[in-house]
């Protein structure tokens, strides 16, 4: 599993460089590139961070196999986990931001 930085959506914000845990991410030449995927634990802070739905994480084989990805949509209310599975369907879970700690 890992986290995975579409370019052509990336802004070079450098939000997700400041939250990984394992200081993986860095800006090169306007744009969030990992270090070393193998380094990554799959935290998702990154993803979460990112406002522009640039960073997917893969999905392990028992949550939906190859080409299956998770991302997230930051609103003001809500963060809404999307699921992308290899067939195009999608599932979301959202979450609400007020009662974020009674999951
Ligand atoms: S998922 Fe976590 S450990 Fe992996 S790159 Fe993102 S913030 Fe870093
Ligand atoms: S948070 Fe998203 S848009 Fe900002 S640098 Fe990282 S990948 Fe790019």
Redesign the pocket.
């Given at each position: 599993m890992s986290v995975f930085?579409?370019r052509e959506?990336?802004?070079?914000?450098?939000?997700?460089?400041e939250v990984c845990p394992g200081n993986l991410?860095f800006?090169r030449e306007g744009?969030?590139q990992i270090r070393d995927v193998r380094d990554c634990w799959g935290c998702t802070a990154?993803v979460k961070?990112?406002?522009?739905?640039?960073?997917f994480y893969y999905l392990a084989a028992d949550l939906g196999g190859a080409g299956g990805r998770l991302y997230a949509e930051d609103t003001p209310s809500t963060l809404n986990w999307v699921m992308k599975w290899p067939d195009g369907s999608e599932e979301r879970i959202l979450v609400d931001k007020k009662k974020a700690n009674e999951y």
């Open positions: 930085v579409e959506k990336c802004v070079g914000c450098g939000g997700c460089t991410l800006l744009k969030a990154c961070e990112c406002p522009k739905n640039a960073i």
